[in-house]
């Protein structure tokens, strides 16, 4: 089991900037593939972006594609989010979750992850 903590949401105005990370506690980080979702006021969970296990490949939601990337620091049990070009309909409660099954393409389901963290509230201002 893994525990899922995340960090350095806030509030922020259009256009801006901020790098969310997520600290993994519990078990081996690099055996996951970690997932980001969120969640905004009256809507599902919707997909962010996720990192393979060895941290080369990453895939987006094409709502996010081109300012937000993901990268992860196996050394320090950390994946991290950075959200640029910030715009108000990104406001939304972001999460990282983790997969411990096998790791052979791309996961944008929420079904498709083990573990989630209890998320961090990113507010965008218009």
């Known amino acids: 089991q893994v525990q899922l903590v995340e960090s350095g949401g806030g509030l922020v105005q259009t256009g801006g900037s901020l790098r969310l990370s997520c600290a993994a506690s519990?078990?081996?980080?690099?055996?996951?593939?970690m997932g980001w979702f969120r969640q905004a006021p009256g809507k599902e969970r919707e997909f962010v972006g996720t990192v393979r296990k060895n941290g080369g490949s990453t895939y987006y939601a094409n709502s996010v594609k081109g300012r937000f990337s993901i990268a992860r620091d196996n050394a320090k049990n950390t994946v991290y989010l950075q959200m640029n070009s910030l715009k108000p309909e990104d406001t939304a409660v972001y999460y990282c979750?983790?997969?411990?099954?096998?790791?052979?393409?791309?996961?944008?389901?929420?079904?498709?992850?083990?573990?989630w963290g209890q998320g961090t509230q990113v507010t965008v201002s218009s």
């Open positions: 979750a983790a997969r411990g099954k096998y790791d052979f393409g791309f996961y944008s389901s929420s079904y498709d992850y083990d573990y």
């Open positions: 519990g078990r081996t980080f690099s055996d996951y593939t």
